[in-house]
């Protein structure tokens, strides 16, 4: 191939795309409608903060193969932090009670016959409902796969499959769950450390990426707000931004990297997922008390997920639809009441405090929506299609959408 690669959208999708078609030595052409890359994957200096922070908390796991890859390639592999085994740390509002989540290395899950390893009050057998996920039928949902009551969803599956699936978990595809338990604590702990961006989004994943881009020769082209696809009978032959049409030759070829809606609107027939779930962030100006894990599981609370930064503490709520209208003094309040707990600091004294609400975050990880995931590939011999929201076999998450990208460059740089 000697034609040139369009890549529209420059969120991670597109830059992972971007990445290894460059490093595969192929003509690169990225354009993005927004002043700035990352999508829903970016830091920013937040005015009201005086930080810089992200829009929102990502966590990742170190069976996450691609976002790794994806790291190593742009020389950010140290940006993610985490303990060096696999470690989780929670805290129940309704008990009081602190434990660790502690799985041993190994494929062989010997750690769930010690007590101290486990979720307090469950037992070795406990355990074993969910390997039901791992031979999910597809259609099925996780309430009809395996058992959703009880101490141990609770205190355990229900909070961590609502921050992978960010949907109420009962209703989410059984499939969606079955991959993320298959990649994750079902390959060992040694797939399952806990791994933060602590420098923040844009750091570990963004400006890396477009620095190596650079070095590369390929310059995105922001506020670049792709308004049609022309097509004939066998494939994309022009791109037309506001001001500019690209004429598309035999050789090149458009890689399609933009939200699901977008897609939908560009693409003639396109069938996407079209029901979303919002995530909810909630960033204190506060520094983390010494001792303070650097990331928190909140059972019981509205608060779910603490991360402890180094300038800040940011709380994470999944499936959050039910908050976007709420009052945002009351919910930084509230919030800050638990986070203030959970930490020891003092509960009165509210530091500055932001809120992002991201309410189209994730497509709604049902089995009807994961059956609305299109491929890579469309029925254009030139035009492919990434990101999050296609048919990756992993929910909404970071790995998914690197992993969409690495899948378009390898059909589009064919």
């Known amino acids: 191939m000697s034609g040139a690669v369009h890549i529209i959208g420059a969120g991670l999708a597109g830059l992972s795309c971007a990445v290894r078609l460059a ?18 994957c970016r830091s920013y200096v937040d005015a009201t903060l005086g930080l810089t922070i992200d829009n929102g908390n990502h966590l990742l796991l170190s069976g996450n193969t691609a976002a790794r890859d994806y790291g190593a ?6 940006a993610l932090v985490g303990p060096e085994q696999c470690e989780f740390d929670f805290l129940d509002f309704e008990t009081g009670r602190r434990w660790k989540l502690r799985p041993n290395d190994s494929k062989l899950p010997w750690w769930v016959f010690f007590s101290d390893r486990r979720v307090p009050g469950t037992g070795p057998l406990d355990y074993l409902d969910a390997g039901k996920l791992l031979f999910a039928k597809r259609g099925a949902t996780i309430g009809a ?17 609502l921050s992978a699936l960010n949907i109420e978990p009962s209703e989410a ?32 994943f963004i400006e890396p990426a477009l620095r190596k881009l650079q070095s590369q020769g390929v310059e995105p082209r922001f506020g670049a707000r792709l308004r049609e696809i022309v097509f004939d009978d066998v494939g994309a032959r022009a791109l037309r931004f506001a001001d500019e ?18 897609a939908e609107e ?19 100006k506060i520094a983390p008390p010494p001792g303070q894990p650097l990331l928190l599981g909140m059972v019981g609370s509205l608060s779910e997920w603490l991360f402890a930064f ?29 986070v203030a707990t959970a930490t020891g600091l003092p509960p009165r004294e509210l530091p500055p405090w932001q809120i992002v609400k991201e309410k189209r975050a994730t497509f709604a990880a049902t089995p009807a929506q994961e059956a ?25 998450t970071i790995e998914g959408s690197i992993r969409s990208g690495y899948k378009a460059a390898a059909l589009a740089g064919a």
Request: some cysteine; aromatic content about 6%.
């Open 266 to 284: 560009l693409i003639p027939g396109l069938v996407t997922p079209d029901d979303h779930r919002a995530i909810l962030n909630v960033h204190f």
């Open 145 to 161: 796969t395996m058992r959703c009551e009880g101490l141990l969803w609770e205190k355990l599956w229900r909070p961590v499959m």
């Open 73 to 78: 390639r742009i020389g950010a592999s140290d």
């Open 23 to 40: 490093d595969d030595g192929k003509s690169v052409r990225l354009y993005e409608a927004a002043r700035m890359a990352g999508g829903r």
């Open 372 to 396: 609305r995931r299109p491929g890579a590939q469309t029925q254009w011999r030139n035009l492919f299609l990434a990101g999050d929201w296609t048919a990756t076999g992993l929910p909404a």
């Open 173 to 204: 595809a059984a499939t969606l769950a079955g991959a993320v338990l298959r990649e994750t604590l079902a390959a060992g702990g040694a797939a399952c450390r806990p791994l933060v961006a602590k420098g923040g989004l844009g750091h570990a």
């Open 310 to 338: 180094e300038d800040r503490l940011s709380v994470t709520i999944s499936g959050a639809d039910r908050l976007m209208d709420a009052p945002r003094e009351a919910l930084a309040e509230k919030i800050w009441a638990e």
């Open 245 to 262: 049409e690209i004429a598309l030759g035999d050789a090149d070829r458009v890689v399609l990297a933009v939200p699901a809606w977008i």
